[in-house]
Nanobody, 117 residues
Framework: VQLQASGGGLVQAGKSLRLSCAAS????????VAWYRQAQGKEREFVGVITSMGVHNVADSVKGRFTISRDNAWNTVYLQMNSLKPEDTAVYYC????????????WGQGTQVTVSS
């Protein structure tokens, strides 16, 4: 499975962005896709996940502002980010878990999100 994240950019605080994660390859084997982010000088942070069972959770730090959705075929997973804050500035990555693995082993290259105050 190959992933390509896109949609990042520079945005003012309070505005919205939608990130996309396009999957290719053996997408039929995907059973979950997660979003992570890493701010400069900080550790990677879990943002949210969506599963084939319809479960979608986000971290407390973004709850009420970020939502995750996908198309039915796992072609694209979205991260809708509303009410952005400067502390949301980071490189955002998507990662896929396939049905025979317990971890998210397929990663996209990341897309930069910068929120100005």
């Amino acid at each position: 499975v190959q992933l390509q994240a896109s949609g990042g950019g520079l945005v003012q605080a309070g505005k919205s962005l939608r990130l996309s994660c396009a999957a290719s390859g053996n997408i039929g084997s995907i059973n979950a896709v997660a979003w992570y982010r890493q701010a400069q000088g900080k550790e990677r942070e879990f943002v949210g996940v969506i599963t084939s069972m319809g479960v979608h959770n986000v971290a407390d730090s973004v709850k009420g502002r970020f939502t995750i959705s996908r198309d039915n075929a796992w072609n694209t997973v979205y991260l809708q980010m509303n009410s952005l804050k400067p502390e949301d500035t980071a490189v955002y990555y998507c990662a896929a878990r396939v049905e025979w693995e317990d971890s998210f082993d397929s990663w996209g290259q990341g897309t930069q999100v910068t929120v100005s105050s």
